[in-house]
């Protein structure tokens, strides 16, 4: 790990390449995780799967160095830059790169420049796509009696480069699997430099596009016939071509079933805390899942009242319960000072919340809504009520409905969620393709600039027919 050299001084810090796999989080190792939680400055590129960094500090400096093949990009140089100035500032550096480090990632480079640097690194390998998204097709690249050997080959090379470093008539007499990265663009000339080089024109062949993700698509056709086959569905990057006679078992292998959710993309704008699992859940469903969250949840600052005097206590979200419990607890209270009061929960989920601390809710209504609420205490006698609320959205229970007395008691505060370098706020100003917009709770949402059409998910019954209207897949 020590990477020795001169220049390395007592108070430097260190630098992990961490490989983020190849789109599907759950493909991301336990050392990644462990590192991305302890780390306090993580350099990011494109290609990370949306929920890597869910379990950053919240402290963390998450910088964004990714790069895009014919778009914008941070340059190597300015990365590198980075990298060192904040190890030697003594900080823990996570470089997370999609799939491996050490391929096709410049993470050699990279640690090139470090061991010159005299800092500290490790490298965490990831599941290279080559490998992951072809097993996801259902195609083995190695298979006894077609492939005893794969090679991994790049379709995009330096440009700066004074000649092609690939062996053209090499690779066609490959006695293997060939797998190309990064080749959508390129995918007619290097189909034709193949055949000219002797591949044969009628050997099986498959384009992998957003392999181990909701909306990846496998695409079949020979070396002579694969770039137009794929033209012609819109087949786009990040994508893998797979060259060889196992392409061809994707027919009979092919296992990854689309859910019913299949085709949609939604955004979901939760709190952190809160969107992962359902994230998780949407994502089974075969949906495409932004995490854009539009509040973070902190501690309010505001002292909370003793609930001795409070005949009723109302509680409007997990959160709330979270928080509350935690004021009592930082002064030696617990459950037990809300016995004599009735206790109302907005909903089924803040009426866990309550029953993990020991606490059955008296008043859960059949609406999730603050009117709902109100509704089902019109019967409950009371003089005094406190409200644990969000402080930045309006307290409507029923003392404010009945002119009563309610301490509204903040809480919790709804802050703006995104971050600098927080990939949410990157992805939340361009989504041409949303189908949802999905947040769990009883908040305000719109639709997207240039969303095609977006629908909130927060009625009984709602989430069950947006699942049966399947929408159309998006070219």
């Not at 190792?29 to 890597?52: F, G, H, K, M, S």
């Not at 290279?128 to 996801?136: E, K, L, R, V």
């Not at 993700?213 to 012609?232: C, F, H, Y």
Request: proline fraction near 7%; aromatic fraction near 4%; hydrophobic fraction near 45%.
């Amino acid at each position: 790990m020590s990477a020795g050299g001169a220049g390395a001084t007592a108070g430097s810090g260190r630098v992990a390449f961490v490989g983020a796999g190849p789109g599907d989080p759950g493909l991301l190792t336990a050392r990644a995780l462990a590192l991305i939680a302890l780390a306090d400055v993580i350099l990011y590129d494109r290609l990370i799967p949306d929920q890597a960094l869910a379990g950053a500090r919240a402290d963390a400096e998450l910088l964004y160095v990714g790069k895009q093949g014919g778009g914008p990009y941070v340059p190597q140089e300015q990365t590198e830059a980075l990298m060192l100035e904040r190890a030697r500032a003594g900080a823990l550096v996570v470089r997370l790169k999609g799939g491996d480090p050490f391929v096709f990632g410049r993470g050699g480079e990279e640690a090139l420049a470090l061991r010159a640097a005299g800092i500290d690194f490790e490298v965490v390998p990831g599941i290279t796509a080559g490998i992951a998204a072809s097993a996801y097709a259902g195609i083995p690249v190695t298979h006894r009696g077609l492939a005893s050997a794969v090679a991994l080959i790049t379709a995009h090379e330096d440009p700066e480069k004074p000649e092609a470093a690939l062996d053209w008539d090499a690779l066609a007499a490959f006695p293997g699997t060939l797998v190309f990265y990064m080749g959508v663009r390129t995918l007619p000339a290097l189909s034709a430099r193949l055949i000219d080089a002797g591949r044969p024109g009628d050997q099986p062949a498959a384009v992998v596009s957003h392999g181990t993700l909701p909306e990846q698509r496998t695409v079949l056709g020979t070396l002579a016939t694969i770039a137009a086959d794929a033209a012609a569905v819109g087949v786009r990057a990040p994508a893998i071509t797979v060259i060889g006679e196992v392409a061809a078992l994707h027919a009979q292998l092919d296992w990854l079933e689309p859910g019913p959710l299949a085709g949609a993309t939604v955004a979901v704008t939760r709190a952190r805390a809160q969107s992962s699992s359902l994230a998780t859940r949407l994502r089974a469903l075969g949906a495409s899942v932004i995490e854009a969250p539009a509040i973070r949840i902190v501690a309010s600052t505001d002292e909370l009242p003793p609930l001795a005097p409070f005949d009723l206590l109302c509680l409007t979200s997990a959160n709330g319960v979270e928080l509350l419990f935690e004021r009592l607890a930082a002064r030696g209270e617990d459950a037990r000072s809300m016995a004599g009061a009735v206790v109302a929960a907005i909903g089924p989920g803040t009426a866990r919340a309550l029953r993990d601390h020991g606490v059955i809710a008296d008043v859960v209504p059949e609406r999730f809504v603050a009117e709902g609420l109100i509704e089902a205490l019109a019967g409950v006698e009371f003089s005094r009520v406190l409200i644990a609320r969000a402080a930045q959205r309006p307290a409507r229970c029923a003392a404010r409905a009945r002119g009563e007395r309610g301490d509204r008691e903040p809480v919790r505060d709804r802050g703006r969620a995104a971050r600098p370098g927080d990939p949410a706020r990157a992805r939340t100003g361009r989504l041409p393709h949303l189908h949802l917009l999905l947040d769990g709770a009883q908040l305000p949402l719109r639709r997207p600039a240039g969303c095609r059409h977006a629908d909130r998910l927060d009625r009984p019954g709602h989430q069950r027919d947006a699942a049966r209207a399947r929408p159309e897949r998006q070219p």
